[in-house]
């Protein structure tokens, strides 16, 4: 920007981006995200192998989980946007890796002593370990939750500016990291319990969490002090006051708030002004229901944006079993496909989802955000109808003859119930050893990987679509959101992900089956699509015809901030 001083050296501009709050942040994420990805997919993986080869327990932790955020996204995006954004950063952190580090201790204990805990006391001391498990990793999700929208979603809008070229591509680059981390990270921990144990995968993935949760810690510090902005929160009372004494003259207040404001529904406006004036003048009853109506006012708002329908296509992608979760990896699992192999197998998934973020940066540029979305959403759809021939492919375990309650019937009344299924299943509870294979006549034929592999070809390949949407809709919601609202309307969006993908669980809950899985599919397919007709709808709404057109450099920016303006055109 400086035209007049000398040009920096290659030596210097190096340390300068290398020391940037925008580098920092990536490298936070980074670390962030391997813990995570290394948490979740060995999570789905101990769940299967500790309550035999059944997905039961494993949908039972997702349920729980995408109800918890269901519930409270709206709470902790108010929580986020009433507090701090360094205190939102560093408790969010502690809370998430803590809890980590001690459902790993607790795994390890469970692996280590589990023929002894199926004796105790009838085996109510190994229930309350699962139980334990899946409430602490429950917590530690929600923490996650916290720390995505305040960094991702608020952090990253901050350190961009007012630059929207330079917020896609930190959203882009912040994806590349996504899926770096995703190949790399489940590769590394799918090979340690492949190779070593899953004793041993527990106890990394705990000491990785206490060593990255303190450099995290550290570089958040560093990113705040860098960027003066984080400081000061735009929806906040005593920050308006002090704006309004700072600046003798009314009016450069209302001037500096009309861009904003302007391009939000009046209902947004309201609520920037109710929400910090409520706590000091309730009694003990309002108190008691303020969370509920911060509930209630954050979803009318979020019902309110402009973006609505945006972001509702992007829940309705939730609703689906055909993703790299812990429901899918518990399905190959039965299927014959060991850590090594879905390690690898992620890890081709998130290449295909770097694909879709350098995808999304160039079709941006060139067709507008608006259009970008639709075209992804294409690929996906496309993409997908491997998976729905996979269903009825040679190998496919898919057969609705059989009771989709077996597995669940069988759990719950004992061996007696149905004695053929259960004897497997009960060999595998009551084995000490839980790296113990399955004996070679159980082993599918290796047929049957045709099915898989038409699953997974098509899972991986509808990653570059999914990724490129998934860009498209948060920049959306990051420029048509006025900043005093991010957290709560981010948390209702995350809510909204969360009901759609609790009602994937129950559906596995369900029909926990493998021969049951072929219907889940052809569900999820036909969700994905019901999300993008939505979406069709939204960029229709706002380009009308000029949805199927292609449009200039100039008519990009119209495109883009279109859905804000009103509608005259």
């Known amino acids: 920007m400086d035209n007049s001083g000398p040009k920096k050296t290659c030596a210097e501009t190096l340390r300068d981006f290398f020391t940037s709050a ?41 349920l729980v989980v995408a109800g918890s955020v269901l519930l409270l996204g709206a709470i902790i995006g108010d929580w986020v946007d009433r507090n701090p954004r360094l205190k939102v950063a560093q408790t969010s952190l502690l809370v998430q890796n803590s809890c980590v580090i001690v459902c790993g201790i607790l795994l390890m204990v469970v692996f280590q002593f589990k023929e002894q805990l199926v004796e105790l006391y009838n085996g109510w001391i190994l229930t309350t370990c699962y139980i334990l498990v899946i409430s602490i990793a429950n917590i530690a999700n929600l923490a996650s939750t916290a720390t995505s ?58 000491g990785w969490n206490l060593c990255s949760m303190c450099l995290e810690y550290a570089l958040l510090w560093k990113v705040y002090q860098k960027t003066p902005a984080l400081a000061v929160k735009g929806g906040q009372k005593e920050q308006h006051q002090e704006l309004k004494q700072l600046s003798h003259s009314t009016g450069n207040v209302e001037n500096s708030q009309s861009p904003e404001e302007s391009s939000q529904p009046l209902m947004n406006q309201a609520s920037v002004v109710a929400k910090p004036d409520s706590p000091k003048e309730q009694g003990c009853c309002d108190q008691v229901t303020e969370p509920l109506r911060t509930l209630k006012s954050g979803w009318v708002a979020y019902y309110n944006q402009n973006i609505f329908f945006a972001g509702m296509s992007l829940a309705f992608l939730y609703m689906t079993v055909l993703g790299f979760d812990c429901i899918t990896t518990g399905y190959a699992y039965t299927q014959g496909l060991n850590g090594s192999v879905l390690s690898l197998l992620m890890g081709a998934s998130a290449i295909s989802g770097i694909c879709g973020t350098v995808a999304f940066t160039w079709v941006r540029k060139k067709c507008g955000l608006i259009r970008t979305g639709f075209i992804s959403g294409m690929a996906q759809l496309s993409c997908l109808m491997l998976c729905v021939i996979s269903v009825f492919a040679p190998g496919s375990p898919f ?58 070809s098509g899972v991986i390949a ?108």
């Open 462 to 569: 509808a990653r570059v679509g999914l990724w490129s949407f998934d860009l498209t809709v948060t920049q959306l919601i990051q420029e048509n959101v006025i900043e005093s609202e991010r957290g709560v309307i981010n948390g209702v969006q995350n809510s909204m992900n969360y009901l759609l993908d609790l009602l994937h669980f129950i559906m596995v809950i369900l029909a926990p089956n493998p021969e049951a899985f072929g219907l889940l599919v052809i569900i999820s397919v036909s969700f994905v699509a019901m999300g993008h007709i939505m979406y069709f709808r939204f960029a229709f709404k706002n380009l009308g015809s000029r949805l199927f057109l292609c449009c200039s450099p100039e008519q990009k920016e119209e495109t883009v901030d279109s859905p804000s303006l009103p509608t005259t055109v």
């Open 149 to 206: 929208i305040t960094i991702q979603r608020d952090w990253v809008v901050v350190v961009a500016g007012q630059d929207s070229s330079k917020l896609a591509d930190m959203n882009a680059t912040v994806r590349i990291i996504d899926q770096l981390t995703n190949i790399l990270a489940p590769m590394l921990v799918g090979q340690i319990m492949a190779f070593g144990s899953h004793f041993i995968g527990c106890g990394f993935i705990s």
């Open 399 to 456: 057969d609705l003859s059989v009771s989709p309650f077996q597995d669940l019937y069988t759990h719950l009344i004992g061996e007696k119930a149905l004695p053929e299924v259960d004897q497997s299943l009960a060999t595998i509870l009551t084995s000490g050893n839980a790296t113990t294979p399955a004996p070679a006549e159980e082993m599918p034929p290796l047929q049957s990987y045709m099915s898989v592999g038409l699953l997974f």
């Open 22 to 62: 925008k580098f920092l942040i990536y490298m936070g994420h980074a670390l962030s995200t391997w813990g995570d990805r290394m948490w979740n997919f060995a999570v789905a993986v101990f769940l299967v192998e500790l309550y035999g080869n059944s997905l039961l327990l494993t949908a039972v932790y997702g």
